[in-house]
T-cell receptor, first 115, second 116 residues
Framework: GAGVSQSPRYKVAKRGQDVALRCDPISGHVSLFWYQQALGQGPEFLTYFQNEAQLDKSGLPSDRFFAERPEGSVSTLKIQRTQQEDSAVYLC?????????????FGPGTRLLVL | SQQGEEDPQALSIQEGENATMNCSYKTSINNLQWYRQNSGRGLVHLILIRSNEREKHSGRLRVTLDTSKKSSSLLITASRAADTASYFCATENVWAGGTSYGKLTFGQGTILTVHP
């Protein structure tokens, strides 16, 4: 019943390593968003799921980034062959599609550092 | 890419004073939202104002929206040390020919410091 949770909270990866970031949205929320937040910047949209369907992946910076939400609840953002420029905080948010209840609830984020 | 520009980039005030932050954006919007982010934490939703609204209040927060100027302001009255955080505006843009699903475009934020 709590809010959006993300794991791990911190991840240190060596350049070239693959990483997987997990998001547990609020139960029943149809919409799920991933954002990337670089240091000192506002979040930038990566991708959007409506239930299990990935309707928008226009913000994914390269084909090394892949996201899935196979059962319409938990989502995983995978980054292959990580690069130093991938270092950022990755935020997940979920919301209802109901009008008047569009507020996006954000998780605490996963801080990724690529060395 | 970032949609909005916020000013000031940083604001430092004393407890009890009012804080005003401004946000400008570029495209037509469905709504504009303000979020707060404490250091190292996730974003907390503060208030949403729709494109057909001009002003909205929530507790010590007052938000205005001027769609003709594509700008918004957030006023925090009687600030407290606990208000120290980064504040972001985010727009849900109108997408040509499609239904908006809530994708947000954020500004770069204003860092507010409230001194006790």
């Amino acid at each position: 019943g709590a809010g959006v949770s993300q794991s791990p909270r911190y991840k240190v990866a060596k350049r070239g390593q693959d990483v997987a970031l997990r998001c547990d949205p609020i139960s029943g929320h149809v919409s799920l968003f991933w954002y990337q937040q670089a240091l000192g910047q506002g979040p930038e949209f990566l991708t959007y799921f409506q239930n299990e369907a990935q309707l928008d992946k226009s913000g994914l910076p390269s084909d090394r980034f892949f996201a899935e939400r196979p059962e319409g609840s938990v989502s995983t953002l995978k980054i292959q062959r990580t690069q130093q420029e991938d270092s950022a905080v990755y935020l997940c948010a979920s919301s209802s599609l109901l009008r008047g209840k569009e507020t996006q609830y954000f998780g605490p984020g996963t801080r990724l550092l690529v060395l | 890419s970032q949609q909005g520009e916020e000013d000031p980039q940083a604001l430092s005030i004393q407890e009890g004073e009012n804080a005003t932050m401004n946000c400008s954006y570029k495209t037509s919007i469905n709504n504009l939202q303000w979020y707060r982010q404490n250091s190292g934490r996730g974003l907390v939703h503060l208030i949403l104002i729709r494109s057909n609204e001009r002003e909205k209040h929530s507790g010590r927060l007052r938000v205005t929206l001027d769609t003709s100027k594509k700008s918004s302001s957030l006023l925090i009255t009687a600030s407290r040390a606990a208000d120290t955080a980064s504040y972001f505006c985010a727009t849900e843009n109108v997408w040509a020919g499609g239904t908006s699903y809530g994708k947000l475009t954020f500004g770069q934020g204003t860092i507010l410091t409230v001194h006790p």
